[in-house]
């Protein structure tokens, strides 16, 4: 590598001979923030010598989001989604989100007070949203009636009714023509 780039010592040399004369400025010693860029790809030079680089998990791939829109958050979108964090949104958002799995997750209870209980943690959830004062968007999830939801899990949990039996038809008997 050289140590000198030709067009930035052409370029210095411009400057200084087209400096008035009372501009005297002192000349800076060369020194290691003019040299970073030649210390920086030696140690890349010697990082791909050493394989460093090799099974890089993108080698040979488009960079994931290169080409998209710019989006500021992009950081903390990525974060939530490789870590599989839920349970971030604001309140209103998060009770329609459970509201939408409500009966899946009654479903999987055992006992009728545990349904009960699930119910009602859930209408608590709703009215302590409405009852905030931070703001954000409405609560527009309606509460559950509590009895109507634990008949509706009673009904579910019955095993469906058997399909109905099809009376056996009677076999017909093949006759063979005689032959002629």
Known sequence: MPEHDP????????????RKPD?????????????????????I???????????????????PGIGAQHDPDWWLKALIEREQISG?????IQLRKDD???QERLDRLHGEADVRA??????????SARRQLLGGPPV?????????EVRQWHVRRQPPPAPPVEPA????RWRRRPSP
């Open 169 to 172: 038809r009677p076999q017909r």
């Open 7 to 18: 067009v930035r010592d052409a370029a210095r040399y411009r400057v200084g001979r087209d």
């Open 88 to 92: 971030v949104l604001p309140e209103a």
């Open 45 to 63: 030079d010697q990082a791909i010598a050493r394989g460093e680089f090799d099974d890089l998990p993108l080698a040979g791939k488009p960079i």
């Open 100 to 102: 939408a799995v409500l």
């Open 140 to 148: 527009v999830t309606p509460l559950r009636d509590v009895e109507l």
């Open 23 to 43: 501009e005297t400025e002192p000349e800076r010693p060369p020194g290691r923030m003019e040299d970073r860029h030649l210390w920086v790809d030696v140690v």
């Open 118 to 127: 699930a119910v009602e943690e859930f209408n608590a959830r709703i009215v």
